[in-house]
């Protein structure tokens, strides 16, 4: 193992995991870090540390859903508290852990190639589930009924953030439409639709006329399938993120709504 050795996401290959055994490749101090790795974490002091593991339970920031947080405790009993999440910048395919050792002495601090037990927020990580499964509901729902009526219509991103959760849109959706799109949402919500992972690779996506879909090669690492998360038929997204099982888990979700500017539109909702 070495320190350039790519983090193994195992919360996309198992979305219950909420505990998991991981081997420790790195720990700096946030003042040590590369220039763009610093400005990743906004809240990073120098009283913070940053740890790399082999594999990784946490969620790091992206694709519109924020980090998970938790703790990484060591043989010893050490505790690692986990504030933030994200993606080495540098380093291709590494996770960065920012967050605090129970014990600010910069000596106790974990070894490379110890093994130390990952654990999150189960709360917070439901949350953030049920908000991008909800996210992912919307923007369908505004897709199957908008596409057609809507000039230079396309879907842009989405933010699955408590309190600012929207999908974004080019093109111009009237205000009208708002009552449509929540009653498709709510179909989509009661009908309990399965939600699962799939693994495809590029001719996946071209048999079934989703070329358009293609992810960037330079995401997944030579060899890797895409991550595919597919709505009870519904849709089927390129998503690295965490979902519920099924979208009644959800909640009740709100199109709260509809603003327009410069050719674009953004539908903002909550979940409840």
């Given at each position: 193992m070495t320190s350039n050795s790519r983090t193994s996401l195992a919360f996309q290959h198992d979305g219950k995991l909420q505990h998991v055994e991981a081997t420790v490749i790195s720990v700096r101090s946030f003042s040590a870090l590369e220039e763009l790795n610093r400005q990743v974490f906004k809240s990073g002091t120098d009283e913070d540390h940053v740890v790399v593991t082999d594999k990784t339970i946490f969620h790091p920031q992206g694709g519109g859903q924020p980090s998970d947080t938790g703790t990484m405790?060591?043989?010893?009993?050490l505790t690692f508290t986990v504030t933030s999440v994200r993606m080495d910048l540098v380093r291709d395919g590494q996770v960065m852990h920012l967050g605090r050792f129970a014990n600010e002495d910069a000596a106790s601090a974990f070894n490379s190639g110890?093994?130390?037990e990952q654990a999150i927020d189960a709360d917070k990580r439901l949350l953030y589930s049920r908000l991008h499964t909800a996210g992912h509901v919307l923007g369908a729902s505004v897709r199957h009924l908008v596409k057609d009526e809507v000039k230079d219509f396309a879907e842009l991103k989405a933010s699955h953030f408590p309190g600012a959760a929207a999908c974004e849109f080019?093109?111009?959706?009237d205000g009208k439409w708002k009552d449509a799109i929540q009653k498709k949402v709510d179909e989509s919500i009661v009908a309990k639709l399965p939600v699962t992972v799939e693994w495809w690779d590029e001719n996946d996506f071209r048999t079934r006329g989703?070329?358009?879909?293609?992810?960037?090669?330079?995401?997944?690492?030579?060899?890797?399938?895409?991550?595919?998360?597919?709505?009870?038929g519904l849709d089927v997204y390129p998503c690295g993120g965490t979902h519920v099982e099924t979208t009644d888990l959800c909640g009740h979700t709100t199109v709260k709504k509809i603003t327009r500017k410069q050719g674009q539109s953004k539908v903002s909702y909550s979940i409840s």
């Open positions: 405790t060591g043989k010893s009993g110890e093994t130390v080019q093109g111009l959706i989703l070329d358009h879909l293609i992810p960037d090669s330079s995401l997944v690492a030579r060899g890797e399938k895409f991550r595919m998360v597919n709505i009870g």
